[in-house]
T-cell receptor, first 111, second 112 residues
Framework: GESVGLHLPTLSVQEGDNSIINCAYS??????FIWYKQESGKGPQFIID?????DKRQGQRVTVLLNKTVKHLSLQIAATQPGDSAVYFC??????????FGPGTSLSVIP | GAGVSQSPSNKVTEKGKDVELRCDPI?????LYWYRQSLGQGLEFLIY????????KSGLPSDRFSAERTGGSVSTLTIQRTQQEDSAVYLC??????????FGPGTRLTVL
């Protein structure tokens, strides 16, 4: 199988601070990128996506940045809250092809 | 509307037995995906269906694993002669063509 992580990297942030989660993707032909949030015991949940013709997209408290030059994706969470504690996965996809998930980052919010 | 559902939610089986996992995608979704997630790890792609056909089976770990999808809807993932290393959470997701995937709650498989 692909994209099996070993030990998840962990990011700890203070409640109220901004969080930045980074992801390097592998396929320069990928044209669709997604961030998922997975809480303990649940399946991944869609947060935000971005197409390759954009470099920034904003949602509610979340912003995704795409740098195609260096194949880098980031998720910014503003005013991080305890409910944001979860594992965050980036994913890349080429049109009509399978999605490839990154290894995930565990975000821990300190009250 | 109803999301992706999976059954059973938990399955405990003995080594060597066969198991069948079921996924009911969101109605109207054309694509269906199976993933495996071991404890504390990322998502491992297994297989992907577009309609009833599986253009990509590259993620299936061995020939003990098979999957089918009928009527462009329900899918079953079958694991024959289960081994302890098959223990994991098996996640199903569906999407409308290549848009974002919606995940089910998963089936936790434990092979004793």
């Amino acid at each position: 199988g692909e994209s099996v992580g070993l030990h998840l990297p962990t990011l700890s942030v203070q409640e109220g601070d901004n969080s930045i989660i980074n992801c390097a993707y592998s396929n320069s032909a990928s044209d669709y990128f997604i961030w998922y949030k997975q809480e303990s015991g649940k399946g991944p949940q869609f947060i935000i996506d971005i197409r390759s013709n954009m470099d920034k997209r904003q949602g509610q408290r979340v912003t995704v940045l795409l740098n195609k030059t260096v194949k880098h994706l980031s998720l910014q969470i503003a005013a991080t809250q305890p409910g944001d504690s979860a594992v965050y996965f980036c994913a890349e996809q080429t049109s009509y092809d399978k999605v490839i998930f990154g290894p995930g980052t565990s975000l821990s919010v300190i009250p | 509307g109803a999301g992706v559902s999976q059954s059973p939610s938990n399955k405990v089986t003995e080594k060597g037995k066969d198991v069948e996992l079921r996924c009911d995608p969101i109605s109207g979704h054309t694509a269906l995906y199976w993933y495996r997630q071991s404890l504390g790890q990322g998502l491992e792609f297994l297989i992907y269906f577009q309609g009833n056909s599986a253009p990509d089976k590259s993620g299936l770990p061995s020939d003990r694993f098979s999957a089918e999808r009928t009527g462009g809807s329900v899918s079953t993932l079958t694991i024959q002669r289960t081994q302890q290393e098959d223990s994991a959470v098996y996640l199903c997701a569906s999407s409308f063509w290549d848009n974002e995937q919606f995940f089910g709650p998963g089936t936790r498989l434990t092979v004793l």
